[in-house]
């Protein structure tokens, strides 16, 4: 959040266990008549869709339905359904003319028990209620604790509420490139199911037989055996996040020990998921376990195996490649057999010390104080913001909750090439789906085709709508929008329009095939327009400061090195929203998620041709947007209002977050390429930086980016030589756009890899390297681009702020630990570090009127 996460964190924390406000509640009691309601059957349908929805209250009336519906027909149990947030990103689900069936009530799937020899569970049975089973019956059995915390990483408290296991299981039988955590940790205990088929028969199955069986089936329960006292039983998962995230793999391992032989493995189990195209069981190195003990010679043996299971359909990831998902596996087989080994070296006992789960975290806590002056009450004072209440209650509107009667929806088409021409588009097919009224394209357009006009420059090249033999640069641009009358139907039928395309060359999809193919890059014109009443920069030119650079015989030690940044997307939490609505006298009124209304109404009236004083634009409040609706949210607007204007009825349009992170992008991806010189202490002389940015197809509007950017490649430091050489790259992909101190944050970044590597070349501490190379506050305090420190508004504290902070943070005493803790461990690390930033924007920099 633009307002900190500290606000946020004490108002949950509050409510949280240990909180202050922990138990001084009551839930609100069930009504009488809920609490005495006995369930009945109920069906739906949806006449548009031919959707069905029944709700069976036994397993009788359930079977029933299954032999009523055509074997053609999709069907599906559900639970809770909440496989729908996940399946758009696995192939989506056949929802047309589906049946799906609530098995949530049926009580055949809604027991459990932990008895004996095993934990059994209906297929209705909640995650979360599956851990508190398994947490419950931990000291039966070395494989229930990893169970439930390795199910504590699956999505997260609210989904685990209600999501069932066996819906998990499910999907990823219907999308077997899932990751299912479920099913890899599930057969590595050894888990068990009774499946029930349409013809009655009852089959028991492990979980890769339950994953490839064919036909409608209804899983009834799954049982988990309780496993001997001499089993070794581990989980592990690699993710781009510790919860609430996909694995990139996953691993599950079960070695069972002989009890007349100890120490030599009787049996084991490994399965890995993220690896091949379907959940392996790694039978190879199971078998080459067997009769050993976990040794250096065993683990050569059964890796080496683990790499041949691993061999055979080893599936596709475009982010990860092969032998880095395989090195993981190997790497938790390691793992594991340091957790069955009777002794393990103190240097190697943190690889299998597990990191604190969220739920295990200390509830975040802090203080806030205000520096309040009575003479200027109310300015400075803590004061409730108004709207607070209502967005805490979810009382406040946002544009996407915003609605007339008579409404169309529209959704975007998108190009579905790069670096080609468009030699057809038709949506023929498309027009004739249930509720689709219009596909809106180019010929529409009343005005200019452009969303930024008012940019010019680079800007211009950009089309609000391709056309048929324009040449398309990338994916994510669009087409047009089809209307339909829901949402659900502008989306099914915006899939349908037919796009056929004609390559023109080569894709450049990096900085580095940009440059190859397209030489080096030269600095570009700067003919974008500034931003009325803000300071203007030359931003593409060479900035140099300070004396010539010293000759390379003064003693001096030079470096040179390359520093890249990758992109990073947007992800607000409402996504682009606009909802435009034609009035009389060619009038509009456009409700707008948006951070600047002033160039939304300009781009408006520019593309429906008519003056800005007949268009309204109004903003309730946006649901985030860090700079991805600043100048982006045109793009949406203007569509919706062409849509508007053609059907002359109001057209919302709800981006899908997929769509939304196609067309918008986010930050730019950046190098640096730097040369800096400095002495034995590790004083910088000079610094000379070469910054490569690629902003996608065109660079247009980024040299707003660029200008917040240019200052960070020096950051807070004072060299006798500087130079900045900032070049763009056109790549074929999206169009970058401001996100959050846009460039800024790969610039400081890149003079901070300088420091650094100063540091660890000259054997001193980064902070004091750091500390050297501060401004000396005087009157050649002037920064490469024309700051003045102290002056005109850029105040500048660092080094006094530097020292403070260590001092408050007790950083030299927690810097010892870290490096006391990283001799002792091999395998984990801890890191301790401070990072100054120096932000040049003065109080001129955002002035701008407002009507209060």
């Known amino acids: 959040r633009c307002t900190g996460y500290r606000p946020i964190l ?4 509050a409510f949280a266990k240990g909180g202050k406000l922990c138990g001084q509640h009551e839930s609100v009691k069930h009504p009488t008549a809920m609490l005495a309601h006995n369930p009945q059957p109920l069906r739906f349908k949806d006449d548009i869709t031919g959707q069905e929805w029944f709700r069976p209250v036994n397993l009788e009336q359930y079977m029933a339905i299954a032999s009523l519906i055509a074997t053609n027909r999709p069907f599906r149990p559900i639970c809770a359904s909440t496989a729908d947030g996940v399946a758009k990103y696995y192939g989506g689900k056949d929802t047309d003319n589906a049946v799906l069936v609530d098995t949530s009530l049926l009580p055949e799937l809604n027991g459990s028990s932990l008895d004996g020899d095993a934990l059994r569970c209906g297929a209705s049975v909640t995650i979360e209620k599956v851990i508190a089973l398994l947490e419950q019956g931990s000291a039966g059995s070395p494989s229930f604790s990893p169970l439930a915390r390795h199910m504590k990483r699956i999505a997260c408290v609210q989904v685990r509420s209600v999501a069932s296991w066996a819906g998990n299981l499910m999907f990823t039988r219907e999308h077997p490139n899932f990751p299912s955590d479920m099913a890899t940790i599930l057969a590595a205990a050894g888990a068990t199911f009774d499946v029930l088929g349409v013809d009655s028969k009852r089959q028991t199955c492990s979980t890769v037989q339950l994953l490839g069986l064919k036909g409608r089936v209804l899983v009834l329960s799954m049982t988990i055996p309780k496993l001997t006292a001499s089993t070794v039983f581990e989980t592990f998962k690699v993710s781009p996040r510790h919860v609430f995230a996909a694995a990139t793999v996953n691993f599950g391992a079960c070695i069972e020990f002989d009890d007349k032989q100890g120490g030599v493995v009787r049996r084991a189990r490994f399965s890995v998921g993220g690896v091949t195209e379907t ?3 790694a039978a190879k190195a199971a078998t080459a376990l067997c009769g050993r003990p976990l040794d250096n010679a065993s683990f050569k043996a059964v890796e080496a195996a683990l790499r041949q299971d691993m061999s055979v359909c080893a599936s596709k990831n475009e982010f990860h490649s092969l032998e880095y998902r395989q090195s993981l596996a190997t790497a938790f ?29 200390p509830i975040s806590h802090g203080t806030e104080s205000f520096g309040t002056d009575p003479k200027e009450a109310p300015i400075s004072e803590y004061i409730i913001k108004r709207s607070a209440r209502i967005q805490a209650s979810g009382e406040a509107l946002f544009p996407s909750d915003c609605g007339r009667p008579g409404t169309l929806w529209g959704q975007v088409v998108l190009t579905t090439s790069a670096n080609a021409r468009l030699v057809a588009l038709d949506a023929s097919a498309a027009l004739k789906m249930p509720g689709v009224h219009d596909f809106i394209a180019a010929a529409s357009i009343p005005g200019v085709n452009c969303p930024l006009a008012s940019f010019g420059g680079a800007n211009l090249k950009e089309k609000l709508f391709f056309e048929v033999n324009d040449e398309v640069p990338c994916q994510g ?6 209307v339909a009358d829901t949402w659900q139907q502008a989306h099914d039928a915006a899939k349908m329009v037919l796009q056929r395309y004609e390559p023109l060359g080569p894709v450049l999809v990096d900085i580095k095939q940009g440059v190859q193919y397209q030489g080096a890059p030269d600095i570009v014109d700067n003919t974008a327009s500034t931003v009325s009443g803000r300071r203007s920069r030359d931003w593409w030119k060479v900035y140099e400061q300070g004396t010539a650079r010293a000759p390379k015989d003064n003693g001096l030690t030079t470096l040179k090195g390359t520093f890249s940044s990758n992109g990073q997307r947007h992800f607000y939490m409402e996504t682009q929203s606009v909802l435009a609505t034609p009035l009389d006298g060619n009038c509009w009124e456009v409700i707008v998620s948006d951070q600047y209304s002033d160039l939304t109404q300009t781009s408006l009236a520019l593309v429906l041709g008519v003056p800005q004083h007949n268009i309204n634009v109004k903003v309730p409040r946006a649901g985030g947007a860090f700079g991805g609706k600043l100048l982006r949210q045109t793009l949406t607007a203007c569509a919706a209002a062409v849509a508007a204007k053609k059907m002359r009825q109001p057209v919302r349009i709800q981006n899908e977050r997929i769509d939304d992170m196609r067309m918008i992008a986010g930050r730019e991806v950046a190098q640096f390429d730097y040369d800096v010189s400095f002495d034995v202490q590790g004083k910088v002389d000079s610094l000379e930086v070469t910054m490569l940015l690629d902003f996608g197809w065109f660079w ?3 040299g707003f980016d660029l200008a917040f950017g240019l200052p960070g490649t020096a950051n807070c430091y004072q060299f006798n030589h500087f130079k900045l050489d900032p070049k763009a790259v056109e790549t074929n992909t999206p169009h970058t756009t401001f996100m959050r101190a846009p460039v800024s944050m790969q610039a400081v970044l890149a003079a901070e890899v300088v420091m650094e590597h100063v540091a660890r070349t000259v054997g001193r501490p980064l902070e004091e390297v750091q500390a050297l190379n501060f401004y000396n506050m005087n009157e050649s305090a002037v920064t490469p681009f024309g700051d003045h420190l102290g002056k005109d508004g850029y105040n500048y504290t660092i080094p006094t702020l530097f020292l403070d902070i260590q001092k408050q943070a007790n950083f030299s005493d927690r810097k010892k630990a870290v490096d006391a803790y990283n001799a002792a461990n091999r395998w984990t690390k801890k890191g301790i570090a401070i990072t100054p930033t120096m ?6 920099y955002y002035s701008s009127g407002a009507l209060v």
């Open 279 to 281: 959940l392996l069981e």
């Open 477 to 482: 641009e669009m087409v047009g929008i089809i």
């Open 700 to 702: 247009g509007d980024n």
């Open 839 to 844: 932000f040049p924007i003065n109080c001129a």
């Open 10 to 13: 004490t108002s949950f924390g």
């Open 333 to 361: 087989l390691y793992k594991t057999f340091l957790a069955g080994s009777s002794s393990i070296p103190s240097q190697l006992k943190s690889a299998i010390v597990p990191f604190i789960p969220a739920d295990a975290q």
